[in-house]
């Protein structure tokens, strides 16, 4: 729960959930694409979000050099037809970093996201399932954590270690930002787990974990799925801000470290708008992206709310 | 209602218990030495003097106790009010650095955070069923909730700050004013405070609405809703059930949005060079003045439990099952 996964807590632990078991139709499969095709939003987001990642996957090769940080040549010079987006007081080139930093932004959300994803996953199904004192004491610590302002102990840890890396950064963030997502699917498997289906798997002697994974978990597949998609969208937002107080990676560039430089070398009072405004719009570009995805994707799975 | 706030309270204090032990152990269990970086910062050429330094330090942190001895002075020193004394501004004790800078962060964060969940809530709800409204409200606010909050605080400061010219672009007041009880201070300071706050509250706004907006949809779809409908009651009516219960959530959402909260106004103070705690953590992380950082990080913790206190104070006022003590386990 962190920067921002905003709509987060309000959408993720909304009702708003999709469909519950029960209601599902003869082929599953080909109902959610029949509707995923016809909704705008979700293609919209969706596209959005492969071109960029396809800009941070395919631009660094076909850039000349590897080093985004390279000096190319006239300094603080507004875009034109060689730097399609200028170049910093140092002479680097603006889209260079740019590309390189969707990349690293990328990364940061995939690692963040998924560990997050797979840490609230393990905790809110065992507390949901279990129950009992178990499940006290794994909401007791959800809540602490929940409570502590991730980005505060983010800032302290990252402040003490020498080397940062990317990988490093997503590791840490995903540590700490699956709470919120821990408690919501507690809830989900609260309701889940007296359904008959899994009464059935009980009586035929299933343990904890096929339970879950076989009977639970692909009945709540498309929040979960959902769920990824916030923590993923969070975790990028949380690792800008640390780029920007200069807690990010140590070698390479992101898109938070451009808007660090830009704003350390106060390219805002030279008017260089063209070093910070990439940076930011490759971020909202991302993670609203994703979120607009989201909201597609739950009109897809929950027939409540698809637009009469 | 008892048992309600038994658990929160004992939640409070194991958060406030892990979040001292987790500032007490970081510096001890980090790869990394810190006194290694300081007295590398400090450029001492000769190894005596090197070696004079690090024993300072050292003695200074309390490495060259026991562990466990340390983590009770650590706990001693805290409750007696003691955080250290600073690096940066060196002989200041570390409380007093931040007690300065606190009335510029509450000063932000408070007028942001209340006005934002009033208005976002307004609007969500309005917009809710209401096509061109939600039609708008919907992109704007997500666009706003994927913004990172220096990024719309340096647009911000760009087009009303820099090419409009309305407001200054950084600092808490002008450098040529005396702070004080004068209307001349507190105009100025009100100017330099537009902008941060302004980012702060456009960033917030639109998780609200679409937050408000999401509930109430579902709150209108719900049984109870087309049960008053079928007995033909007023749609206005089913539209004040709708909110209460879609606000309730929102409160919940204000607790859990807070540490979040705070992490926006800390990068936004810094685009700002607003003087309160985010740009004391700035400049503590440049300096490596670790007394200082952690005496920030104990504050923040201190500020965002206190302010999910009063939450559950406010959600005990709107929900009515918590006050008739029928609030199950969940919290």
């Known amino acids: 729960m962190s920067t921002r996964p905003d709509p987060a807590p309000e959408t993720a632990a909304a009702p708003a959930a999709p469909s519950a078991p029960g209601a599902a139709p003869a082929k599953p499969g080909s109902e959610w694409l029949h509707y995923a095709v016809r909704n705008p939003k979700l293609i919209i987001g969706f596209s959005l979000v492969v071109v960029l990642l396809a800009i941070g996957l395919l631009g660094p090769p076909l850039l000349d050099n590897g080093n985004p940080n390279e000096y190319v040549g006239p300094q603080a010079s507004a875009p034109d037809g060689t730097y399609w987006m200028g170049t910093t007081t140092f002479g680097q080139d603006v889209y260079a970093q740019f590309v390189h930093g969707l990349r690293s932004t990328f990364l940061v959300g995939v690692v963040g996201g998924a560990i997050a994803a797979v840490i609230a996953m393990l905790v809110g199904f065992l507390a949901g399932y279990r129950g009992g004192v178990l499940d006290e004491v794994l909401s007791m610590l959800t809540n602490v954590v929940l409570v502590i302002p991730t980005l505060a102990v983010l800032l302290i840890i990252n402040a003490y270690m020498g080397v940062r890396s990317v990988a490093v950064q997503g590791l840490f963030i995903g540590l700490t930002s699956w709470p919120w997502a821990a408690r919501a699917i507690r809830a989900q498997t609260f309701s889940l787990r007296t359904r008959e289906f899994v009464d059935l798997a009980r009586l035929s002697g299933s343990g904890t974990w096929r339970i879950v994974f076989r009977e639970i978990a692909p009945n709540m597949s498309s929040y979960l799925f959902m769920m990824f998609i916030l923590l993923f969208g969070g975790a990028i937002l949380i690792a800008s801000s640390l780029d920007f107080i200069g807690l990010g990676p140590t070698e390479g560039v992101s898109l938070g470290l451009m808007l660090q430089s830009a704003q350390q070398w106060s390219a805002l009072q030279l008017g260089m708008w063209w070093w910070f405004i990439p940076p930011g719009a490759g971020i909202t570009a991302i993670v609203g992206a994703l979120y607009i995805a989201n909201v597609g994707l739950d009109e897809v799975f929950n027939p409540k709310l698809r637009e009469s | 209602m008892r048992r309600y706030f038994a658990r929160k309270l004992l939640v409070y204090a194991l958060t406030f218990v892990v979040a001292v032990t987790v500032n007490w152990m ?52 805290l409750l007696q009010g003691d955080f250290g004394i600073s690096i940066w501004v060196f002989p200041t004790p570390v409380g007093d650095v931040l007690l300065d800078a606190l009335p510029y962060t509450l000063g932000l964060m408070i007028p942001s955070v209340l006005l934002s969940w009033f208005v976002g809530n307004w609007i969500g709800a309005l917009s809710a069923r209401r096509k061109v409204l939600d039609n708008t409200v919907l992109p704007v606010g997500y666009l706003l909730t994927a913004m990172p909050y220096m990024w719309i605080a340096v647009i911000l400061a760009w087009g009303l ?47 609200w609405a679409i937050g408000m907006r999401n509930m109430i949809i579902y709150e209108l779809e719900s049984d109870y809703s087309s049960y008053l409908s079928a007995l033909g009651a007023p749609q206005r009516l089913i539209r004040r059930y709708a909110f209460r219960n879609a606000v309730l959530p929102q409160v919940t959402g204000l607790a859990l949005q807070l540490g979040v909260l705070v992490a926006g106004a800390l990068v936004t103070e810094i685009v700002f060079a607003y003087p309160g705690l985010g740009s004391l953590i700035l400049a503590s992380i440049q300096n490596q003045d670790f007394f200082l950082l952690q005496g920030a990080f104990l504050f923040i913790v201190i500020g965002v439990l206190i302010a999910n206190f009063l939450i559950d104070l406010v959600y005990v006022v709107v929900d009515p099952r918590t006050r008739t003590g029928m609030a199950g386990g969940t919290s």
């Open chain 2, 26 to 77: 970081i510096p001890r269990f980090m790869p990394g030495d810190p006194v290694a970086a300081m007295v590398a910062r400090a450029r001492v050429s000769q190894p005596e003097a090197a070696e004079a330094m690090r024993s300072y330090y050292n003695n200074l942190f309390g490495f060259d106790e026991p562990l466990w001895q340390q983590y009770l002075h650590f706990w001693g020193a």
């Open chain 2, 161 to 207: 700050g820099g090419k409009a010219g309305w407001f200054p672009l950084s600092g808490g007041y002008s450098l040529d004013i005396q702070p004080g009880w004068t209307a001349d201070f507190a105009l100025d300071a009100l100017s330099h405070w537009v902008l941060p706050f302004l980012s702060l509250f456009l960033v917030a706004l639109g998780g």
